[in-house]
Structure formats: C-alpha cells, structure tokens
C-alpha cells in the first residue's frame, strides 16, 4: 500500500554520522548540500558505515530494545519489576497487552528507520568512491546491516513502510508492505551482499559483516518466509567456507576473553569505559552490573519460573549437558539464579564490555537442520550441538516430534541471546506455547490473547491519517 506524501523535517547529515536520538522521525532527510560534501573518500564512507553499525549497537536495538520486545516476550524471562509505575511497560510487552503510545516500541521502531536511512545513503552515495575493492565492502556491509534491520521490524511488526532510497526531499512517499514483501527484498539484497563481503577480517576490522555472516541471515530469512531450500543453499555456504567451527567447551564460549572466537559468525562490538560504547547485558541478566541487582530498573528481567531446572534436567539421554547450572546458569552470593553466560566486570553500571553475538556457528548447524527437516543429515548437525555440550546424540527414535526437539535444542543453546520469540513465530507454535506457559495461564491469557505482532508506534499512525494501517490488538 503507497501511503501519502507526508513532510519531515530536514536534518544536516552530520547528525547521521552522531549518536542516535530518540526524537528522531522516521525517514527524516537529509541535506543535500552536506551529503554532496561528505561522501567522497573511504575514510568518509569507513565513517559512515561506522554510524550504521553504531545504531545496529545502540540501545533502541541490540544493546536493549531487543533484549525487551524478543526475549522478555517468550517464555525464557519475564518482567521482574512488578506491573506498576515504570514497570508497566515492561509487565505489559510479558502480558501482550502493550499500548502503541509506549516508548518502548517508538524508540525501536524509530532506531531502526535511522540505521535504514544511514544506509540507504551510502547505498545512493557508494559511486562516488573510485576504489572499488572498498565501495564493494561497504555496499555489502550497508546491505547487511539494512537487512537485519528490516528483519527485526518484520518479526516484531509484519506490515511496515519499505524505504530503499536516501531521503533527501521534505516531502517522501512510504509504502506500508506486507512482511513476506519485506523478507523478499531483504533476501535479495543478501544474495547480493555475501557476494561482496570478504570471508573474514583482521586486526581492527575485526566484528564488521563478512560473507557468513549475510549468508547466516539470509538463511534465517529465507526459513522466516517459509523456503527451506534456499535457506539451506545459503547456510551450507557457511559451512562448506571453512571459516567456523564450534568451541571444543561451551564455557570457552563466554567471558570477554573469548569474544571474536572461531563459533563467531557475526556479533556486534561493544567497549567499556566511559565512552557511550559499553554493552548492558550484565546488568540485564547477573548480579555484577552495578545496578542493584538483575535488571534493576533499566529492564528488570528474571529467568521464568523452573527455566533453570529445564537446563538443567537429564534431556533424553544428557546427563552431562553444560548448558544447565554452571554453564549456563550460576547462582549469586544471595541464592538466586542469574545467566552465567553475561558474567563480566563492568566498568560502571551499563558500561560492559560483553559483546552480543548475532549469529553463532552452532547456530547455522541448528538452522540447517531445520531446513533439511527430518532426517539423517539434519539429526547429525543437531548431535553436533549437542556433543560439544556434552549431551547424548538423538535420533528419529527419540521421543518427541523432530520440531519439538530441535525448538527445544534452541532454546537450550541460546537462553538469553534474543533468539526464542523470533523461534516460537517461525515454527508456528507461540501461541500454544505462550499461553501454555504458567505466568500467563494464571494471569487468565488464552491462545487468542497471545499477539503475533507489536502495535504501531500511534506517532507513525498519527503522522498518515487514513494511511497507515494498524496492527490488530
């Protein structure tokens, strides 16, 4: 649907290249006079994509909206802060009774649309530069980062405008486009991007988009619209580049020491100090961020109830499984179970240096696997997993359907790493899982109570009156 012109206001593109604010309208222009000025040499674009990165890093996306609208809304965390007072907004993203007036999904929504913009100029800009070595990673970087954009506002919001062109008029047009459209464009522009993209990095370059990582999401992408094939096409990519492999103990994979390992296909950088660049997952998610406590106000998230004894109970035939108590959970000083993976000493409160990985290796196997379905090949990248844990293989004998084993693989490989809500909605099942689920059954939540989408921010409704359509509530 082709919404109606509507005016923004026209922002230097210096601001393009700052931080990120929350003020911020979607697809703001910008100044054509700047932009002309700007982006000429690799040092001016390596600035720009720098910007984009940034945002993808920021807290109205990685850093912690993310953490909010995909984890806190599945069963692995639930609101820990009560349903009063600033803790509303989080009691209602656990309870699927959010109101599209909160904050909470217009500084996302709006973060997402300022990493669109920042790339999408690049994207407009990219001939300026004569050396086409470095204008080929940068496009390939630009359009992966614009993908995973767009990937998160398909899964959190299904209809949204597709914008692929620099804004640089006060007047822009804004399609509202289904969700399959979005995935559509995303995986063209992947097939694209891993094409462009170099297999790996050095020095500090180190954390920027390599070929796996636009593979790994157009993987993701490509089982998201539902075409198993071509999915597995691009994961086996991954695979057959010889650039992965799984780390021997899953405790080698966390800690600060092993960031950037060879099970790293892309995660994002983060750095303490005082600098703005720090990462907030120990705060979220152990007692050492400084705050008070787990989540402390910032986003007070507790593990669901029994989730650390479904970690740590014999699964099939796991008796030795690390990703229960001591791999993945530990408990504090004061009796309480927190995610071990998120240990750190941050600098300050919401100032660590954890990175957040995006796409694991063990991941890519899991994803192949359910691409291929049932099978031989798919059972043996699943015991892959699993042996690197420590865990016993399975097979078509063992107990369960093949989905409800893989889906069940995932959520004890990735607790906590933003992957459950995205997994419940593309194997079909959040709805009978979520409102299965204990907190939610005694809170008197039925199936139909369990929305599949977020509301709208009102502002973008607002904004194009008669246009814009809403989601359900």
């Known amino acids: ?14 601001f393009l290249l700052s931080a990120c ?24 674009f390596d600035v720009a994509i720098n910007g984009a990165y940034a945002t993808l890093a920021s807290n109205g996306a990685y850093n912690r909206s993310y953490v909010l609208l995909h984890e806190m809304r599945s069963d692995n965390t639930m609101n820990g802060g009560g349903a009063t007072g600033l803790a509303e907004v989080f009691h209602r993203i656990a309870h699927f009774s959010e109101l599209s007036t909160q904050e909470e999904l217009s500084v996302p929504w709006t973060t997402a649309y300022q990493g669109i913009a920042r790339t999408n100029l690049i994207l407009d800009r990219i001939d300026n530069l004569e050396d086409q070595n470095v204008a080929s990673r940068i496009r390939g970087e630009a359009l992966f980062i ?3 954009f767009y990937y ?66 157009l993987g993701l992408v490509y089982l ?17 580049s010889g650039q992965y492999s799984l780390v021997p103990n899953y405790a080698d994979l966390w800690g600060v020491a092993n960031e950037n390992n060879a099970e790293s296909v892309f995660e994002l950088q983060y750095k303490a100090g005082g600098t703005g660049t720090g990462s907030q997952f120990t705060d979220y998610y152990t007692p050492f961020g ?41 408990v504090s000083d004061e009796g309480n179970v927190y995610v071990k993976k998120w240990e750190s000493i941050p600098f300050a409160q919401a100032d660590a240096d954890n990175n957040f990985p995006v796409f694991r290796y063990a991941d890519v196997l899991l994803m192949l696997a359910e691409a291929l379905g049932e099978g031989g090949e798919a059972y043996g990248l699943i015991n892959q997993v699993r042996a690197r844990a420590g865990a016993s293989p399975i097979d078509a004998g063992t107990p369960g359907t093949f989905q409800e084993k893989l889906l069940f693989e995932r959520q004890l490989e990735f607790i906590t790493e933003g992957k ?12 009978p899982v979520m409102s ?26 607002d904004v194009s009156p008669g246009e814009m359509v809403q989601n359900p509530g």
């Open 1 to 14: 649907m082709k919404l109606r012109t509507r005016a923004i206001l026209t922002l230097p593109v210096v």
């Open 21 to 44: 604010s929350e003020d911020f309208t979607l697809l703001s222009p910008i100044s054509e006079r700047n932009v002309e000025a700007f982006y000429q040499t690799p040092t001016d």
């Open 146 to 148: 614009r993908s995973l």
């Open 152 to 217: 998160h506002l398909g899964v959190l919001w299904g209809n949204v405008p597709l914008q692929l062109e620099a804004v640089t008029s006060p007047n822009v047009e804004v399609n509202q486009v289904s969700a399959d459209v979005v995935y559509t464009q995303i995986a063209e522009d992947l097939e694209t991007a891993q094409g462009l993209l170099p297999a790996s990095y050095s020095g500090a370059d180190v954390g920027r988009a390599t070929s796996g990582a636009a593979n790994a999401l």
């Open 224 to 240: 998201t619209n539902g075409q198993s094939a071509p999915a597995a096409d691009a994961l086996r990519r991954v695979v057959s």
């Open 290 to 330: 400084g705050s008070g406590g787990v989540g402390a106000g910032n986003a007070p998230q507790v593990l669901s109830p029994g989730i650390d004894e479904i970690h740590s109970m014999q699964y099939m035939m796991a008796e030795n499984d690390a990703r229960g108590m001591g791999g993945t959970f530990a």
């Open 420 to 431: 459950r809500w995205a997994d419940l909605l593309r194997f079909g099942v959040a709805q």
């Open 436 to 461: 299965s689920f204990e907190p939610l059954r005694a809170a008197g939540l039925s199936a139909g109570d369990i929305r599949l989408v977020y509301p709208i921010p009102q502002r973008e409704i």
